[in-house]
């Protein structure tokens, strides 16, 4: 099968931590063929790495877009370019068959963008893609298998404790050495840019969410409005729960809260996206633990999308469906400032359609004795 050749928007982290690596895995599916970033200093080693001569490194991308031997553009910019980058891709490739975009979450970094960016697949009828991993991912995957399945009964609540510690890792190699991260420019900083990845597992378990109401310890420091947000929800389908994001400290004792499913037979509980197990205990006494591969979220995005391109199956996580994670992280702001309940999914019984990933021999079940 022939490859997708693929040309690359930004050549920064989350190139070269999340999306390179799954690139090199699908090899035999993906070619990069062209890359831009403003920064040429980011540009040069990769294009040596990749074998590509210096017409096919740009520092602007909009040359880029007439090169007809490009199939996919996948964009990795600052949150609040995300939007006006994608539509002038999407409108220099409008109906063009056998092209695509792929575009790194959140979509947008406020209300009007993200309904317009929810728009663009069928304004300019190109296929999109949202990078969101988290809906991509193994553990995600089998948890909203099991919910469905009704493993442990109806579920009746959950809570979903998140804590990174921001200001610390500020001063690492890590994403948030950023400058555009540490003074965002888009609403709710890392709580938008972080805790969109827990908000999107949240609705991609459980589906639609009627409405929230939040709560926020306000703060002086510009990477975040509030230190920690805290959330009530009430899903559409009956399911309540409590969402907390703390991005300035550090959670000390293990096992950490994490994701905790509460339902009448038993309980799920993940600790952590990597910690590689899901922990299922049940009423009456027995348990099981499910494991599974951490940080596949990448190739699984990656894969879904050539096999759509290929017509073997739709893509998965739309701008549509991620517009729905945006605004939820958009509702809990205004929630925080008005003081009140947000409404949020406004079509009934919403429960969007999503590639299953599980396959019972990919993952090993271990039955335990529950003291």
């Not at 909009?62 to 980058?85: K, S, T, Y």
């Not at 975009?101 to 970094?109: V, Y």
């Not at 972080?194 to 639609?208: E, P």
């Not at 037979?265 to 299922?280: F, K």
Request: charged fraction near 25%.
């Amino acid at each position: 099968m022939d490859k997708l050749k693929v040309g690359i928007i930004g050549t920064g982290l989350a190139f070269s931590r999340l999306h390179y690596p799954a690139y090199q895995e699908l090899s035999d599916k993906y070619e990069i063929v062209a890359l831009c970033d403003p920064e040429p200093d980011k540009t040069r080693p990769w294009a040596e790495r990749l074998g590509l001569s210096g017409g096919s490194v740009y520092t602007d991308y909009r040359p880029m877009l007439w090169r007809g031997d490009i199939n996919v553009f996948d964009i990795m910019v600052p949150i609040e370019h995300n939007f006006r980058v994608t539509e002038d891709v999407a409108r220099a490739i409008a109906r063009q068959p056998g092209r695509a975009i792929i575009c790194e979450k959140p979509l947008a970094a406020n209300y009007e963008q993200a309904r317009a960016h929810a728009e663009l697949p069928s304004r300019y009828g190109v296929p999109i893609m949202i990078a969101e991993n988290y809906r991509y991912s193994e553990e995600i995957n089998i948890i909203r298998d099991l919910v469905r399945q009704k493993k442990v009964g109806e579920i009746v609540y959950f809570i979903y404790n998140r804590v990174v510690c921001f200001p610390e890792e500020m001063l690492k190699n890590q994403f948030a050495r950023e400058e555009w991260r540490q003074h965002p420019v888009f609403a709710g900083g890392v709580i938008m840019d972080s805790g969109v990845h827990d908000v999107a597992a949240l609705r991609h378990i459980f589906g639609g969410i009627d409405k929230l109401h939040a709560f926020g310890v306000p703060q002086r420091d510009d990477f975040a409005p509030y230190a920690v947000v805290t959330v009530n929800m009430y899903f559409k389908n009956g399911i309540i729960g409590n969402f907390s994001f703390y991005s300035a400290g550090k959670e000390m004792q293990r096992p950490l809260i994490g994701l905790r499913i509460f339902g009448t037979a038993g309980m799920i509980y993940l600790e952590e996206s990597d910690c590689g197990t899901i922990n299922v205990a049940y009423n009456d006494g027995r348990a099981e633990q499910i494991h599974y591969r951490p940080g596949r979220g990448y190739y699984n995005e990656l894969l879904n999308l050539y096999n759509a391109m290929k017509g073997l199956e739709t893509i998965s996580v739309t701008p549509e469906i991620e517009y729905g994670d945006a605004k939820t992280i958009l509702d809990i702001l205004r929630s925080i400032k008005n003081g009140g309940v947000v409404a949020v999914d406004n079509t009934g019984d919403y429960i969007p359609h999503y590639r299953s990933f599980q396959q019972p021999a990919q993952f090993e079940y271990h039955q335990l004795k529950w003291h």
